[in-house]
């Protein structure tokens, strides 16, 4: 199983960005799917996730601002990313629980001022 994380990119502070995350097996087959960031010098941290049956959740200090959503006929995860900040900066981590856990490569966002 792999997932493949895409999109980031340089975003000047109040734009928007979308980040991928192409899974190699059905979507739909993963019971919880989920957004990671690190920023430098700092522990990964959760920003958003949604379960299989739909339930979804934020971190606070993206509520708002991001959403999370998926295309199963495409097997992608999404992230829309408005508002941004400079505080958004980090490299986003797409994680899949399909059994066991699994874990994209990390796609870098960074929001200048």
């Known amino acids: 199983v792999q997932l493949q994380a895409s999109g980031g990119g340089l975003v000047q502070a109040g734009g928007y960005l979308r980040i991928s995350c192409e899974t190699s097996?059905?979507?739909?087959?993963?019971?919880?799917m989920a957004w990671y960031r690190q920023a430098p010098g700092k522990q990964r941290e959760l920003v958003a996730g949604?379960?299989?049956?739909?339930?979804?959740n934020y971190t606070d200090s993206v509520k708002g601002r991001f959403t999370i959503s998926k295309n199963d006929a495409k097997n992608t995860l999404y992230l829309q990313m408005n508002s941004l900040k400079t505080e958004d900066t980090a490299v986003y981590y797409c994680k899949g629980v399909r059994g066991a856990t699994y874990w994209g490569q990390g796609t870098h966002v960074t929001v200048s001022s």
């Open positions: 949604m379960t299989s049956a739909g339930s979804i």
């Open positions: 097996r059905s979507i739909s087959s993963f019971t919880y």
